[in-house]
């Protein structure tokens, strides 16, 4: 899964004294209407039971500039509560979840659905209000357990007609 390139982002429930948060490169957008995105959150984690529970929660899209929470709170000894809130950047969201200041974007979600998927839990989030940040700021991209860069005036051509590929599999 290394192989795939991903967006870096921040899950957190609560705020001030209540912040739990915890990086997750595992979000994507489902459904435009009703505006719908989902996170995957590992059964054993600190942030599981809260999501399960149900309620609210955010998610912060990173820039290249906050690569420095990406590792906070990827670690298993990442802060919470007022620290997590105060690393954060002190900022909260009509819900009252903690946002990442100075994000790309930030997403106010309900919880509408959770699912079992494996160790994990896929949580399904109904956005209630979207946050863009400051624009002319490159997103923090995650590919084969590191973090890239996004190259500037990169010319991609067009797709031209497919070929048939001989398949390796049995």
Do not use: I, W
């Amino acid at each position: 899964m290394g192989r795939f390139c991903t967006g870096v982002t921040v899950v957190a429930c609560g705020t001030a004294a209540s912040t739990e948060a915890m990086t997750a490169n595992s979000m994507t957008s489902v459904s435009l209407d009703p505006l719908l995105l989902l996170v995957s959150v590992r059964t054993a984690g600190r942030l599981h039971q809260r999501l399960r529970d149900g309620g609210t929660f955010s998610v912060s899209v990173l820039s290249e500039e906050q690569q420095h929470l990406s590792v906070l709170f990827s670690r298993q000894d990442r802060p919470r509560g007022a620290e997590a809130f105060d690393r954060l950047g002190s900022c909260a969201g009509a819900s009252e979840d903690a946002l990442a200041a100075e994000a790309l974007a930030a997403f106010e979600c309900g919880v509408e659905a959770t699912y079992p998927g494996g160790d994990h839990t896929l949580v399904l989030g109904r956005v209630t209000a979207v946050h863009q940040g400051r624009a002319g700021r490159k997103p923090l991209v995650f590919y084969t357990s590191g973090y890239a860069r996004l190259a500037d005036n990169v010319s991609v051509p067009a797709f031209g007609r497919p070929r048939e590929v001989e398949s390796t599999h049995a």
